[in-house]
């Protein structure tokens, strides 16, 4: 049984920085392209960024290209996602996530973790 639990968020400053961990554990992590999403209340879940098997590959959608980083370390079942020049409208939970392929939307995204709160006051 799969399981990907999210950590690192927290309550920041528009501006600030914060770095998102996620930790895959029960499945081989190597095998699988891993996203992170992102969910407003009242909205509906927002892809924010795709990373390939080797981290080689990167995808980012508008609202994080230039402002975020996603990367992975196959060695620790881990996967980044680094964000800074944070403004209010990146608040969200954030959860990450496996895909069997390579995909730039939510489509074949499975086992969601329960996400971490990120906050980002004005």
């Known amino acids: 049984q799969v399981q990907l639990v999210e950590s690192g968020g927290g309550l920041v400053q528009a501006g600030g920085s914060l770095r998102l961990s996620c930790v895959a554990s029960?499945?081989?992590?190597?095998?699988?392209?891993m996203g992170w999403s992102r969910q407003a209340p009242g909205a509906e879940r927002e892809l924010v960024a795709v990373?390939?098997?080797?981290?080689?590959?990167?995808y980012y959608t508008d609202s994080a290209e230039g402002r975020f980083t996603i990367s992975r370390d196959n060695n620790k079942n881990t996967m980044y996602l680094q964000m800074s020049s944070l403004k209010p409208e990146d608040t969200a939970v954030y959860s990450c996530a496996q895909s069997p392929v390579a995909t730039t939307t939510l489509n074949h995204f499975f086992h969601w973790g329960q996400g971490t709160q990120v906050t980002v006051s004005s």
């Open positions: 029960g499945q081989s992590f190597s095998n699988y392209f």
């Open positions: 990373i390939n098997l080797s981290g080689d590959w990167t």
